[in-house]
C-alpha cells in the first residue's frame, strides 16, 4: 500500500504545481518533472518490473492512471493559457481599417480652376473680411442711401452699422484705395443674402470679381480678357455675347453668355432653348468709384467683371439643386475627384 500512497503524494504535489503554473514554461517545467525521461512518475513505472509479483498489478494501474490524470491537467492548463491570448485587446487576424482618401470640394475646385486662369493672365488674387460696413459694400461702390439696387439685394444686417457683405466687390474699394495703378487683381470669397433657399439659390454663395485700372483700359480689353478666360475655362469653339445690363458700379454695364455647352446653341432643357448660358457680369468701372478711392478719373479707367461660383459648378458637374453643395453628404462630395 505504500507504493499506492506514494503515487497519489506525487500526484497531488503535481497537481498542486500545474494549478499554480504562471505560464506555458512554468507548465512544461512540471510536465518534465513528473512525466519526462527522468521524471517522478516515469521513476515509478520503471521500478515496476523489480516490485515482487502481487504488487505489480495494482501499482502499475495506479501509476498509469497518474500519469493520465497529469496528461489531462497538462492540457486543458495549456489551453487556458492560449484562451488568454484570444481574450487580449489585439486580435491580429482581423481585417485593417481602409483610411479614405479626401477630396476637394466642388466649390473649392471651380474657385482653384478660376484662379489659375486668370493668374496666367497676369491677376493676383486678394481677399477682404466677409463682415462689411455699408459704406465698403454699397456706399463706395456708388449704391447712394436711397438707391434701388440696394432692394435687390437681400442683405444680412448685423449691430453696429455692420453687415455680411452681399458681393466680393467690396474688396475692390479695399484694394484700390491701398494701390497705385496698374492694379489687376481677382477677388474670390463667400457672399451671403437673405434669399429664400431653394433648387437654385441659397444664403451663402461664392463669387470671383476681377478688376484692372490702368491708364487707357477701354471695353476692348474687358471683352479680350473674358473671351481668353471662357475660352480657357470652357473649352474653344465657345462662343459669347455681351447683352447691355446695369449694375451701379459700372458705366457701361453688361452681362456676357455663353454659347450653350450640351446643345451648342440649338437650344435644350439646360439653356431653356434659348442656345445661350448667362455666366457673368462686367462693365467699365464707374467714374464716381474711381473718385471714391481717390484716383484721377480723367487719367484712369478701368474695367470689372464678377461670376458667381455656385451657377459655373452647377453647369460644370450638371447638378439641378444647388443645396447638394452645402449639405456635406458624403456620398455626394466624394464624386468630385
Ligand atoms: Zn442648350
Given at each position: ?9 506525487i500526484?497531488q ?27 517522478a ?52 487576424t ?12 466642388p ?11 486668370f493668374?496666367?493672365m497676369g ?5 477682404g473680411?466677409?463682415?462689411e ?16 439696387a ?23 474699394i ?9 492694379v489687376?487683381v481677382?477677388?474670390?470669397g ?12 441659397y ?21 479680350g ?8 475655362f ?42 445661350w448660358?448667362e ?28 461670376m ?9 458637374y ?13 456620398r ?6
Amino acid at each position: 500500500m505504500s507504493g499506492l500512497d506514494h503515487i497519489d503524494g506525487i500526484l497531488q504535489e503535481a497537481l498542486t504545481a500545474i494549478e499554480g503554473a504562471r505560464s506555458p514554461q512554468e507548465l512544461e517545467a512540471v510536465d518534465v518533472k513528473y512525466l519526462g525521461r527522468r521524471g517522478a512518475i516515469t521513476a515509478v513505472l520503471k521500478g515496476i518490473k523489480d516490485l515482487p509479483p502481487e504488487s505489480r498489478k495494482v501499482v502499475g494501474a495506479a501509476a498509469n492512471q497518474a500519469r493520465l490524470r497529469l496528461e489531462e491537467a497538462l492540457i486543458s492548463a495549456r489551453q487556458k493559457f492560449e484562451g488568454v491570448k484570444q481574450d487580449s485587446p489585439f486580435d491580429y487576424t482581423l481585417p485593417g481599417i481602409k483610411q479614405r482618401q479626401g477630396s476637394l470640394h466642388p466649390i473649392t475646385r471651380v474657385i482653384d480652376r478660376i484662379c489659375q486662369s486668370f493668374y496666367g493672365m497676369g491677376f493676383s488674387i486678394a481677399r477682404g473680411p466677409d463682415i462689411e460696413n455699408d459704406y465698403y459694400n454699397f456706399e463706395a461702390l456708388n449704391f447712394p442711401p436711397d438707391h434701388p439696387a440696394r432692394d435687390m439685394q437681400d442683405t444680412f444686417y448685423l449691430d453696429g452699422g455692420l453687415l455680411l457683405r452681399t458681393h466680393t466687390t467690396p474688396v475692390q474699394i479695399r484694394v484700390l484705395e491701398s494701390n497705385k495703378p496698374p492694379v489687376k487683381v481677382i477677388t474670390p470669397g463667400k457672399t451671403y443674402r437673405n434669399e429664400a433657399i431653394s433648387t437654385r439659390s441659397y444664403c451663402v454663395f461664392h463669387q470671383v470679381d476681377g478688376f484692372l485700372v490702368d491708364e487707357g483700359i477701354t471695353m476692348g480689353d474687358l471683352k479680350g480678357v473674358l473671351v481668353a478666360f471662357c475660352r480657357d475655362f470652357y473649352g474653344e469653339g465657345l462662343k459669347l455675347r455681351f447683352r447691355p445690363s446695369f449694375f451701379p458700379f459700372t458705366e457701361p454695364s453688361a452681362e456676357v453668355d455663353i454659347s450653350c455647352l450640351l446643345c451648342k446653341g440649338k437650344g435644350c432643357q439646360l439653356c431653356k432653348y434659348e442656345g445661350w448660358l448667362e455666366i457673368l457680369g462686367c462693365g467699365m468701372i464707374d467714374p464716381n468709384v474711381m473718385r471714391n478711392v481717390g484716383y484721377d478719373s480723367e487719367k484712369y479707367t478701368g474695367y470689372a467683371f464678377g461670376m458667381g461660383v455656385e451657377r459655373i459648378a452647377l453647369l460644370k458637374y450638371r447638378i439641378t439643386d444647388i443645396r447638394l453643395l452645402y449639405e456635406n453628404d458624403i456620398r455626394f462630395i466624394r464624386q468630385f475627384h
